[in-house]
């Protein structure tokens, strides 16, 4: 099939675009930085030059290149994770998934693409009910920002590839990512705070984290490409677990010193809520529909060994 792949570079595309190919596909990946043409290019995918929020553009380049599938990864998440640049990510990715998506779909429905599958996010759920969430419970709408900024605008765009006419829609939301180009990459922004012990466990540390390594995310995403399932998934590995029970596994493996311990007090002093709300009372994702529904099964199935063993 032919797979239009927008946002091709990020943490996800550097695994997808290589996954599409060995398995068949006629890919073409969007960049907007002219330096990462070569990077495409070098994996044996047609390269462009694009940015999502010039409409005519976008609807120009699927009109050339007619794809059958668009997966949309698009994202402008800072390098580094931290209070500061944090809420500046988020209004940049939040209107990328609002204006962005609608050009993508617009130009989906103009030039006949028949499915379009978008990247979301598993972590977005509201952490009352159960710790354990399904891609039926109710995402956190009413967070304050700037992470309730980030649920809001993620949930316009799931809501716009839904219902878009004529185009079958597919949402993967995946767990948070670990692996190469990710903040818990060796070289990561978080690892280098874990190294330094200013990612404490907060509280009692009961913030649920579900768990991606960056492959896994690309093979699912594959999946859903040559799948004729529609709707929401949670993608993300087998064992949802707390932060006092990751976090450790994580420095060790990191080659790091064990994390501290920090009252919840201080904690919102220095992070701020939305920090401190997924560090103690997030609740985890349920990945049985992806596993079910899209046959899908994660090569990393727990942090516990993947942390240590894959790519990073």
Same mark, same amino acid.
């Given at each position: &099939?032919?797979?239009?792949?927008?946002?091709?570079?990020?943490?996800?595309? #550097?695994?997808?675009?290589?996954?599409?190919?060995?398995?068949?596909?006629?890919?073409? /990946?969007?960049?907007?930085? =002219?330096?990462?043409?070569?990077?495409?290019? /070098?994996?044996?995918?047609?390269?462009?030059?694009?940015?999502?929020?010039?409409?005519?553009?976008?609807?120009?380049?699927?009109? *050339?290149?007619?794809?059958?599938?668009?997966?949309? !990864?698009?994202?402008?998440?800072?390098?580094?994770?931290? #209070?500061?640049?944090?809420?500046?990510?988020?209004?940049?990715?939040?209107?990328? #998934?609002?204006?962005?998506?609608?050009?993508?779909?617009?130009?989906?429905?103009?030039?006949?693409? #028949?499915?379009?599958?978008?990247?979301?996010? =598993?972590?977005?759920?509201?952490?009352?009910?159960? *710790?354990?969430?399904?891609?039926?419970?109710?995402?956190?709408? !009413?967070?304050?920002?700037?992470?309730?900024?980030?649920?809001?605008?993620?949930?316009? &765009?799931?809501?716009?590839?839904?219902?878009?006419? /004529?185009?079958?829609?597919?949402?993967?939301?995946?767990? &948070?990512?670990? /692996?190469?180009?990710?903040?818990?990459?060796?070289?990561?922004?978080?690892?280098?705070?874990?190294?330094?012990?200013?990612?404490?466990?907060?509280?009692?540390?009961?913030?649920?984290? +579900?768990?991606?390594?960056?492959?896994?995310?690309?093979?699912?995403?594959?999946?859903?490409?040559?799948?004729?399932?529609?709707?929401?998934?949670?993608? +993300?590995?087998?064992?949802?677990?707390?932060?006092?029970?990751?976090?450790?596994?994580?420095?060790?493996?990191?080659?790091?010193?064990?994390? &501290?311990?920090?009252?919840?007090?201080?904690? *919102?002093?220095?992070?701020?809520? +939305?920090?401190?709300?997924?560090?103690?009372?997030?609740?985890?994702?349920?990945?049985? *529909?992806?596993?079910?529904?899209?046959?899908?099964?994660?090569?990393?199935?727990?942090?516990?060994?993947?942390?240590? !063993?894959?790519? +990073?």
């Amino acid at each position: &099939m032919k797979v239009l792949v927008a946002g091709a570079t990020g943490a996800i595309g #550097r695994s997808l675009v290589p996954a599409l190919l060995s398995a068949g596909h006629e890919v073409c /990946g969007t960049t907007r930085t =002219a330096a990462r043409l070569d990077l495409l290019r /070098g994996w044996g995918a047609q390269a462009e030059l694009c940015d999502a929020f010039e409409a005519a553009a976008v609807r120009a380049l699927v009109q *050339r290149f007619a794809p059958e599938v668009i997966v949309n !990864q698009l994202t402008d998440l800072p390098d580094s994770f931290g #209070r500061r640049s944090a809420p500046s990510g988020y209004r940049r990715t939040g209107r990328i #998934r609002r204006e962005g998506t609608r050009h993508l779909l617009d130009a989906a429905a103009a030039g006949g693409t #028949r499915r379009f599958i978008t990247q979301s996010i =598993a972590f977005l759920y509201a952490p009352r009910g159960g *710790r354990i969430k399904t891609e039926d419970d109710p995402p956190a709408l !009413q967070a304050p920002p700037p992470f309730g900024d980030a649920v809001r605008d993620t949930v316009a &765009m799931e809501e716009m590839v839904l219902a878009a006419p /004529g185009v079958a829609g597919v949402v993967l939301r995946y767990g &948070m990512f670990y /692996g190469p180009g990710t903040w818990y990459a060796r070289d990561g922004s978080v690892t280098r705070m874990v190294r330094r012990r200013m990612h404490p466990i907060v509280g009692d540390g009961g913030g649920m984290f +579900s768990w991606l390594h960056v492959d896994d995310a690309a093979s699912a995403t594959v999946r859903a490409v040559e799948s004729e399932v529609t709707g929401v998934f949670n993608v +993300s590995d087998d064992e949802p677990a707390p932060v006092r029970e990751w976090l450790p596994v994580f420095a060790a493996a990191m080659g790091a010193p064990a994390p &501290m311990h920090t009252p919840v007090w201080l904690a *919102r002093l220095v992070a701020g809520e +939305s920090a401190v709300a997924a560090l103690t009372v997030a609740p985890g994702a349920s990945n049985a *529909r992806a596993r079910s529904v899209l046959g899908w099964t994660p090569r990393w199935s727990s942090w516990r060994e993947g942390f240590v !063993q894959a790519p +990073s």
